[in-house]
């Protein structure tokens, strides 16, 4: 439950940095909700953590494969 809490409280303080106009304000608050993000993600259940792996891994592997036909004319 409080991994939940954690993981909440960093995304609604990434949506703040984003709001924010002042790059002091966006920086310290983009710091806050990263260590809040990594500290609800450690406490969260390994299920969770496999699943938002899995997730990574293969979102990282189509935008990879996408770029490498980027140089290629695919008309």
């Known amino acids: 439950m409080s991994s939940l809490v954690l993981l909440?409280?960093?995304?609604g303080i990434f949506l703040f940095a984003l709001?924010?106009?002042d790059e002091i304000?966006?920086?310290a608050a983009m710091l806050?909700?990263?260590?809040s993000l990594i500290w609800g993600f450690?406490?969260?259940p390994l299920s969770f953590q496999l699943v938002f792996e899995i997730i990574s891994v293969l979102a990282a592997f189509?935008?990879?494969m996408r770029c490498?036909?980027?140089g290629f004319n695919q008309d």
Do not use: D, N, P
């Open 19 to 21: 709001r924010s106009k």
């Open 8 to 11: 909440l409280i960093g995304l």
């Open 42 to 44: 450690s406490l969260a």
């Open 62 to 64: 189509f935008v990879c």
């Open 68 to 70: 490498l036909g980027c």
């Open 25 to 27: 304000h966006r920086i």
């Open 32 to 35: 806050t909700g990263t260590i």
